[in-house]
């Protein structure tokens, strides 16, 4: 099972660069990996899914080295409502009983 | 509209009571998910269900069963409660092989 690993908080201020790394050692040839936002009192919400090298949004980019065993979000020009927690999910949409979910990291945005 | 939606918000009960939480997705998905959401926050997936399958994570219960009426709804029947199933269950739904949309989640607190 591909276990993640994130850091349990971030801290940043508005109009900064915030760049949250997952790591995934054990990530399967046919995993995907996701990231999700998620605020108080709400379900997770999608952000951006890759496969490998990178992918961008209008919201983030993600950033996945050659071998796959981690993943960048990164999000730029954060804003006091990005704060929340982000989930790094890696899985095969196809076994989804192994999907899981990151222990999430927790980012705070100050003024 | 909503595009999943989960009833009731909250719920509170006694032990050994059994209880149903309502979902229901307007995004025409073919997928629909059950996932819980413990007091430490990690998220942790219970069932898959695409009307011709259904994925069971093994570490869930046999008290738990999911049960569909239709391709839109996929309700989470729950007997003889538990105190350890106080958390916040969410329903999700996705294309198949696709990210997924949660709804808003159901705080249940068993007393």
């Known amino acids: 099972l591909a276990k993640t690993t994130q850091p349990i908080s971030m801290d940043s201020y508005e109009g900064q660069e915030v760049n949250i790394t997952c790591s995934h050692n054990?990530?399967?040839?046919?995993?995907?990996i996701t990231w999700y936002q998620q605020f108080p009192s709400q379900g997770p919400r999608f952000i951006i899914q890759?496969?490998?090298t990178k992918v961008t949004n209008e919201v983030a980019s993600l950033f996945i080295p050659a071998d796959r065993k981690s993943s960048t979000l990164s999000l730029p020009r954060v804003s006091l409502s990005d704060t929340a927690v982000y989930y790094c999910?890696?899985?095969?949409?196809?076994?989804?009983?192994?999907?899981?979910f990151g222990t999430g990291t927790r980012l705070q945005v100050f003024p | 509209d909503t595009a999943v939606s989960q009833t009731p918000k909250y719920l509170v009960t006694q032990m050994g009571n059994d209880k149903s939480i309502k979902c229901e997705q307007n995004?025409?998905?073919?997928?629909m998910y059950w996932y819980k959401q413990d007091s430490k926050k990690f998220l942790k997936i219970m069932f898959s269900?695409?009307?011709?399958?259904?994925?069971i994570n093994e570490t869930v219960p046999n008290r738990f069963s999911p049960k569909s009426p239709d391709k839109a709804h996929l309700n989470l029947h729950i007997n003889s409660l538990e105190l350890g199933d106080s958390a916040v269950y969410f329903c999700?739904?996705?294309?198949?092989?696709?990210?997924?949309?949660f709804g808003p989640g159901t705080r249940l607190l068993v007393l």
């Open positions: 054990n990530i399967a040839t046919n995993d995907y």
């Open positions: 890759g496969y490998k």
């Open positions: 999910l890696v899985g095969d949409w196809e076994n989804t009983d192994k999907l899981i």
């Open positions: 999700a739904s996705s294309r198949v092989k696709e990210t997924q949309y």
């Open positions: 995004l025409g998905h073919d997928t």
């Open positions: 269900y695409n009307n011709k399958e259904l994925i």
